[in-house]
């Protein structure tokens, strides 16, 4: 069956740190996959997404990931996290039936 | 302001009686989703429509019921059938292909005592 793993669960950083969450899928096929994310209050919200091409992608407010397809994975980095930052994160993979299936989800924490 | 609404935004009901969760989209997409949210599970797929008066189960479909009678709808019914209602409910919605990203709903936190 298809899964999503999202290995750390909950991660707390100083602000300025640097930020990677890993997430590797379970699915042979062609993939599209996406990092939302839930801050605290407010609808869960699409981060950044790859569908092809270069598989180092950008997002909004300055995240990043990159696909390895060899190693099944699609970690999210930020060179330099701020206290606004502080959200749930969400790895997904949408698979050739279309549907969307997601990580457990990693907590971040900046402090200030 | 295009976009997805849901109400309430909390529910309370007691144990036995079945409640229905509202799911609206301005957002002319096709298709339609329930997903649940538990801590540590992250979201789970529940029911899903991509055309109007047709709809799959999900992973988690038991105790659930949804109906499509409209493309801007999408309500779901939580049954007395399922034996863990108390979650966090977000409806999403896209064009229906795939490659398109998911829109999704502030969400209802539903308490069933």
């Known amino acids: 069956a298809q899964s999503v793993s999202q290995h750390n669960h909950h991660v707390i950083l100083s602000e300025a740190a640097s930020l990677e969450l890993g997430c590797n899928y379970s699915?042979?096929?062609?993939?599209?996959l996406f990092w939302y994310v839930q801050y605290p209050g407010q609808h869960l919200q699409l981060l950044l997404k790859y569908f092809s091409g270069d598989p180092l992608v950008k997002g909004i407010k300055g995240f990043e990931a990159e696909f390895i397809k060899s190693k099944f994975s699609f970690n999210l980095r930020k060179p330099s996290v701020q206290w606004s930052d502080t959200a749930e994160y969400f790895c997904a993979v949408v698979t050739d039936t279309g549907k969307l299936i997601f990580g457990q989800g990693t907590t971040l924490q900046v402090k200030p | 302001d295009g976009g997805i609404t849901q109400s309430p935004k909390y529910l309370f009901r007691k144990e036995g009686q079945n409640v229905t969760l509202s799911c609206e989209q301005n957002l002319n997409h096709d298709a339609m989703y329930w997903y649940r949210q538990d801590p540590g599970q992250g979201l789970r797929l529940i029911y899903y429509?991509?055309?109007?008066?047709?709809?799959q189960k999900g992973d988690i479909a038991e105790g659930y019921s949804v109906s499509r009678e409209k493309k801007e709808s999408f309500p779901l019914t939580v049954t007395s059938a399922q034996k863990n209602p108390t979650a966090f409910y977000l409806c999403a919605s896209n064009q229906g292909d795939r490659s398109y990203e998911q829109y999704f709903g502030p969400g209802t936190r539903l308490t069933v005592t």
């Open positions: 699915y042979g096929g062609t993939v599209n």
């Open positions: 429509s991509q055309i109007v008066n047709d709809f």
